[in-house]
């Protein structure tokens, strides 16, 4: 066994099962079935909390999207980007990162990466000759389409507890929080 300081922690690596929605392993011992600890754990207080209800949504939301779109090669945040070429055809490659909440720099990078794969052609912009816009190949049509339909197969198994009328309630107040934070 190595001699580990005291100021070093045990790497933490999640993975996915099944059978249980929390698994970790670490170098100083495994838990692969949290039913015998969390069987008498009361969440009283956690569940006055919207923040944590947010939270375990979107691990299961992102959860769905990896197992959905990841085979297809994407990650959320590529995947976003090509939507909003997909819906404003010439955007600004600026323009289309500040949608979405990207610096400029990780901008950059993620559009080489889509350009590289051949799903996004980068031009100079006709407006302003310093600035590029993105286009989708058609590569990149189909791939948004079929992710598209992916997405929106999984959303509709996770959002299944909920009426019509109480997902359109559940996307609206989100995106009043949301739009409350700009």
């Given amino acids: 066994m190595t001699r580990r300081s005291s100021r070093s922690r045990p790497t933490v690596r999640w993975r996915r099962r099944a059978t249980t929605p929390r698994v970790w392993s670490s170098r100083v011992g495994e838990i692969d079935d949290f039913s015998d600890v969390s069987a008498g754990t009361r969440l009283t207080l956690l569940d006055t909390f919207v923040g944590y209800h947010l939270r375990r949504a979107s691990q299961r939301f992102a959860a769905g999207f990896a197992d959905t779109v990841g085979p297809m090669g994407m990650r959320q945040v590529l995947f976003g980007?090509?939507?909003?070429?997909h819906d404003n055809p010439g955007i600004r490659q600026g323009a289309a990162g500040e949608a979405l909440g990207?610096?400029?720099?990780?901008?950059?990078?993620l559009v080489n990466e889509l350009v590289d794969r051949g799903l996004v052609a980068r031009r100079v912009s006709d407006t302003d000759r310093r600035a590029f816009a993105l286009e989708l190949t058609p590569a990149g049509e189909v791939l948004v389409e079929q992710g598209v339909e992916r997405i929106r197969a999984?959303?509709?198994?996770?959002l299944a507890p909920l009426s019509a009328?109480?997902?359109?309630?559940?996307?609206?107040?989100l995106s009043r929080i949301d739009g409350a934070a700009d």
């Fill in 102 to 109: 990207i610096q400029r720099a990780n901008m950059v990078s």
């Fill in 165 to 173: 009328a109480e997902r359109r309630m559940l996307l609206g107040l």
């Fill in 81 to 85: 980007v090509l939507t909003i070429v």
């Fill in 154 to 158: 999984n959303e509709a198994d996770l």
